[in-house]
């Protein structure tokens, strides 16, 4: 998993840190598949998933929102390289 994520925050995801919360945002986020409904923000293509203190982060949903970011960007996963 680590090397997937590393490689999506290569290709120019955003994280933010605040001193109440961390921000994860998706540059073409408006066009993710987002089953979990977990995306927020109204913009024309930013989306974004906020974390406060005392969240449940949910790993799984946020790899999956990854993966979702990396198929959009054209990218290709690990497993799935020759």
Same mark, same amino acid.
Request: aromatic content about 4%.
């Given at each position: 998993?680590?090397?997937?994520?590393?490689?999506?925050?290569?290709?120019?995801?955003?994280?933010? $840190?605040?001193? #109440?919360?961390?921000?994860?945002?998706?540059?073409?986020? /408006? %066009?993710?598949? @987002?089953?979990?409904?977990?995306?927020?923000?109204?913009?024309?293509?930013? $989306?974004?998933? #906020?974390?406060?203190?005392?969240?449940?982060?949910?790993? /799984? %949903?946020?790899? @999956?929102?990854?993966?979702?970011?990396?198929?959009?960007?054209?990218?290709?996963?690990?497993?799935?390289?020759?």
């Amino acid at each position: 998993m680590a090397t997937t994520v590393d490689a999506w925050f290569d290709q120019g995801s955003a994280r933010q $840190r605040a001193k #109440t919360h961390v921000t994860l945002g998706f540059q073409q986020g /408006a %066009v993710l598949n @987002d089953p979990h409904g977990v995306l927020c923000g109204e913009g024309k293509q930013m $989306r974004h998933v #906020t974390f406060e203190e005392g969240d449940d982060v949910d790993a /799984a %949903v946020c790899a @999956d929102l990854i993966r979702e970011a990396i198929r959009v960007d054209g990218g290709r996963l690990p497993e799935e390289a020759p």
